[in-house]
């Protein structure tokens, strides 16, 4: 716990997942996944185990695709 209170202090100050960086990634807890394509688009979120699977096939094969 005391890594993650101050992990929550580094990125929020006081206000942890209510404050300015939270707030604004919509962060809603710890850790918070987003998948992001290969333009650093997010394209996933708040997914995780097994519904990370397919969305990260997907955004593999279109990024080889892309080669």
């Known amino acids: ?7 929550a202090l580094f990125w929020n100050g006081k206000e942890s997942s209510r404050g300015p960086i939270s707030t ?10 987003y998948m992001l394509d290969e ?4 394209r996933q979120k708040y997914l995780r185990g097994q519904d990370l699977d397919a969305p990260l096939e997907q955004l593999v094969a279109a990024a080889e695709r892309r080669e």
């Open 1 to 7: 716990m005391k890594f993650l209170s101050a992990f």
């Open 24 to 33: 604004a990634w919509n962060v809603r807890g710890w850790p918070t996944v």
């Open 39 to 42: 333009k650093g688009v997010i």
